[in-house]
């Protein structure tokens, strides 16, 4: 069974006419022939589709006769379309949403000038840290392979005593106009220059080192100070430490993204540390001192007699450090029974007779 028009643009028969128009630009902007995914087929069978169902006549028609019906050829008197068929395709819909560049601009690239963006690119890496080292805070250094500023130019591109001149490729204008041909004919579109890029002059000699380029490729040794109280999935930004930007612009930013190791008996919730403890039956009901780990070592604290499973013991400022204040968390310690696995004859002695008691 042949495939639908519907079916073609990806849309359900009960669309609304912006949702159809919307289905055949995202489709258009992929199979366009001039783009790397172009298919020309289909862009053709996709282009046939929108013809009908962007029409409110021949979408009605479609819908009571199917792909039979009359009004399938195209504008121009070619069947379904074809390549050339936008005759058909009506603007002023666009009137008030950006206009007819823009869709076109979004579609193929052309349309509004669009300036090259200078600053250098981020670099995102991660860590990953202890448990003991995201309460206490710890320094890491890193090593990076990256552009950094040409030292010899410092960043300029140009050779050393050389002088800047005025573009001639753009005038000094740090833009040209260029003509782009599409279905539609052909359009003109303002872009950066790639001579200048963008800054309407240029030396008249390139720096030997970066060719002209502001920038080189070096490793370069990082100290990243990760704060206390850090946690997993947050990230540090450190300003200026991403890739330099090309001739002398701005450096992108390196941005630190953070793991922390899973402790072997503490795990952490918000600003707290959290523990379990397995205390003997006797130690609950008769009351004891009991060492507990904490993150700053054995901390010990008192069981009151009659304690009961799953009641939780406070001990104060030994969780994890406020990130962004003053003070730290507490440490929360869960407490349940441990029971033995062998007993003494002694020991069961006592149990049983405790049994025969009701204890």
Known sequence: MPEDYYQRLGVDKKATPDEIKKAFRKLAHKYHPDKGTGDEAKFKEINEAYQVLSDEKKRSQYDQYGQKFSGQEGAGGQPGGGFGGFEGFDFSNFAGQGGFEDMFGDMFGGGRSRRQNTRGQDIQVDIEISFEDMVRGVKRDIRLRKYVMCKTCAGSGGEKGSEEVTCTTC????????????ILGAFQQVVTCDVCHGRGKKHSKNCHVCHGHGRVQEEENITIDIPAGIDTGQALSVQGKGHAGEYGTQAGDLIVEIYVKKHATLTRRGEQILSNENLRFVDMALGASVPILTIDGEVTIKIPAGTQPGEVFRIRDKGVPHLHGRGRGDHLV???????????????????SLKEEGV
């Open 171 to 182: 005038n000094g204008n740090g833009q040209v106009r260029k003509t782009m041909q599409t």
């Open 334 to 352: 869960t407490v349940s029974v441990a029971v033995p696995k062998k007993l003494s004859k002694n020991a069961k002695k006592t149990l049983e």
